[in-house]
């Protein structure tokens, strides 16, 4: 099994950047593919990245393309989203997961954080 904190969120204008972390605890963080969803009021979840185990191969949501980058370092337990060029359409709650294969599915993800507040102002 695995748990998940998120932490890294908070507010910022427009054209800045954030990273978000995800701590992972247990013994088998390195043997699942992580993901990053996140969801803004009156809206479904939605995919935002995701990476397999190794770290090799990454996905990525046309919205966030080119924008964001997902890694993530096993060593630490830890997996990243590096978000640069921030929009307001950002705005969300953002979450990470871990699922047994990479996909952009929320349904195929078994673990979830407690999610972080991310705030783009105009």
């Known amino acids: 099994q695995v748990q998940l904190v998120e932490s890294g969120g908070g507010l910022v204008q427009a054209g800045g950047s954030l990273r978000l972390s995800c701590a992972a605890s247990?013994?088998?963080?390195?043997?699942?593919?992580m993901g990053w969803f996140r969801q803004a009021p009156g809206k479904e979840r939605e995919f935002v990245a995701a990476?397999?185990?190794?770290?090799?191969?990454?996905d990525y949501a046309d919205s966030v393309k080119g924008r964001f980058t997902i890694s993530r370092d096993n060593a630490k337990n830890t997996v990243y989203l590096q978000m640069n060029v921030l929009k307001p359409e950002d705005t969300a709650v953002y979450y990470c997961a871990a699922s047994r294969r990479m996909t952009m599915e929320k349904r195929a993800y078994a673990y979830w954080g407690q999610g972080t507040q991310v705030t783009v102002s105009s």
């Open positions: 990476i397999n185990w190794s770290g090799t191969s990454t």
């Open positions: 247990g013994r088998t963080f390195s043997n699942y593919a």
